[in-house]
């Protein structure tokens, strides 16, 4: 036998609730790519700060190569929550649309 976790019914309900315009399953989406975007904007500023920070170090500026790799960290923080953030949000959203109609 099958078992079915929440968030497997939950998107199967957005999905079948589906409407055209703002549906739920379209923020349950917009969401999740948002989450995704956040990723990827984090691992890009992690790489630049990496990156320069190696190339200072190399220039023997060891100190501003800290510096970039901090700001990179940083930066792919601020990335990553506001992206997960942002996408947690809209897929709440979906799900409340989801509930809304259903109940």
């Known amino acids: 036998m099958r078992h079915l976790n929440a968030s497997s019914i939950l998107l199967g309900l957005a999905l079948v609730s589906y409407a055209s315009g703002e549906g739920p399953a379209k923020d349950i989406g917009s969401g999740a790519g948002d989450v995704g975007i956040g990723a990827a904007k984090g691992g890009g500023s992690a790489a630049k700060g990496t990156a320069k920070g190696a190339a200072d170090v190399v220039t023997l500026h ?3 190569g800290a510096t970039a790799v901090g700001k990179g960290a940083a930066g792919a923080g601020k990335d990553v929550t506001v992206g997960t953030v942002k996408g947690t949000g ?5 799900v409340g649309k989801v509930f809304k109609k259903v109940l």
């Open 90 to 94: 809209k897929v709440v959203k979906g």
């Open 62 to 64: 060891p100190i501003a």
